[in-house]
C-alpha cells in the first residue's frame, strides 16, 4: 500500500458548511410557511388586518426555502468532488509501499495556488492526477478551453453544459508542482493525469500529452498500471523520493503557517454542476 500523507480535505468544510446552511434555511423556511397558513383564522378574525402579516410570512418562507434550495446544490456539488476524489484514492493508494500519495493538496509558486487533487511520488517519476465525478458524454481535446457535456434529462430530452478542460487544469497543476521544485533545486519530470471516476460516462477527450482515463473503460486499472510502468528519463532512487516528499510538505507546512482562511479556497466545483452517483461521507 502506498503512503498516505492524509490531508483534510479541502472540499469537507465548505461541503459541511453548505449543507447545514441548506437544512437550517429549510426549516426556517417550513416553519414561516406553515405559520402563515395557520394565521388563517385570526385573519378572518380581526377582518383581514392580519393579512399582510401572513403573506409577509409567506414570502418569507419562500425566500428561505429559494435559498435553502441554492446551498443544498453546492453541497451536492462539493459532495460531488468528493465521491471523485475518493475513488481515485482507492486506486491510487494500492500503489507499492514506496510511493506517496498526497491527496487534496495546494501547491503554491509564484504568489498562486494549484488545487489538486491527487500528488503522487515513487520510483516511476511524480505524477498529478485530476479527478472529475461527470456523467454523460464528454467530448473535447487538449486544445479546446473547455470540454462539452451531453446529458440526457429525466424526460429524455437532451442538453449540454460546458466545463474548464481539464486538462488545461492539471497542465497549470504540473507547471506549478513542477516549478515550485526546481525552486527546491530538485530538476524532475512531473506526469499530469486526467481520470473520469464515474462508471456511467462516455468520454472522448482527446490528447497528445496528458493521457486520459475513463471508468467506464476500467480506467482505475489503466491509471495504475501507467504510474507503476511509466518510462520516464529515470527512475527515481529512495533518497530523491525522500527530497521530494520532504520539499512538498515544506510547501504545505508554508501555506499552513501563511492561511489565516478557514479553509483554502475552492473554485472549480462551483463552476462543475453535476450530479454524484453515490455518498462518501
Known amino acids: 500500500m502506498a503512503r498516505v500523507k492524509k490531508i483534510e480535505n479541502n472540499l469537507v468544510k465548505p461541503y459541511i458548511k453548505h449543507r447545514n446552511r441548506a437544512i437550517t434555511l429549510f426549516v426556517i423556511g417550513g416553519v414561516l410557511i406553515v405559520s402563515s397558513f395557520l394565521m388563517d383564522p385570526l385573519i378572518i378574525l380581526t377582518l383581514g388586518l392580519l393579512a399582510p402579516l401572513s403573506m409577509l410570512l409567506f414570502v418569507a418562507g419562500g425566500v428561505c426555502l429559494l435559498f435553502g434550495a441554492l446551498n443544498f446544490n453546492k453541497a451536492e456539488i462539493y459532495k460531488s468532488g468528493l465521491v471523485g476524489e475518493a475513488t481515485s484514492e482507492n486506486v491510487l493508494s494500492d500503489l507499492p509501499d514506496d510511493y506517496y500519495l498526497f491527496p487534496s493538496i495546494d501547491i503554491e509558486f509564484e504568489g498562486r495556488k494549484s488545487q489538486i487533487d491527487h500528488l503522487v511520488v515513487g520510483p516511476t517519476g511524480v505524477f498529478i492526477v485530476e479527478s472529475k465525478n461527470i456523467n454523460g458524454d464528454i467530448v473535447g481535446s487538449d486544445d479546446d478551453n473547455h470540454i462539452t457535456i451531453h446529458k440526457i434529462g429525466q424526460k429524455g430530452g437532451e442538453y449540454q453544459s460546458t466545463i474548464y478542460n481539464p486538462i488545461k487544469q492539471v497542465s497549470t497543476h504540473v507547471y506549478r508542482t513542477s516549478g515550485y521544485l526546481r525552486e527546491q533545486g530538485i530538476d524532475v519530470w512531473v506526469q499530469g493525469m ?68 478557514g479553509y483554502p479556497y475552492v473554485t472549480e466545483f462551483d463552476i462543475l454542476k453535476n450530479k454524484y452517483q453515490k455518498s462518501v461521507i
Request: overall charge negative; proline content about 3%.
Open 194 to 261: 486526467v481520470y473520469f471516476t464515474n462508471p456511467t460516462s462516455t468520454v472522448h477527450l482527446e490528447s497528445k500529452r496528458i493521457p486520459v482515463f475513463s471508468e467506464n473503460e476500467d480506467g482505475g486499472r489503466e491509471l495504475y498500471n501507467y504510474i507503476l510502468n511509466y518510462e520516464g528519463k529515470r527512475n527515481l532512487n529512495e533518497k530523491e523520493i525522500n527530497r521530494i516528499v520532504d520539499a512538498i510538505e515544506r510547501n504545505l507546512d508554508q501555506q499552513k503557517s501563511s492561511n489565516k482562511a
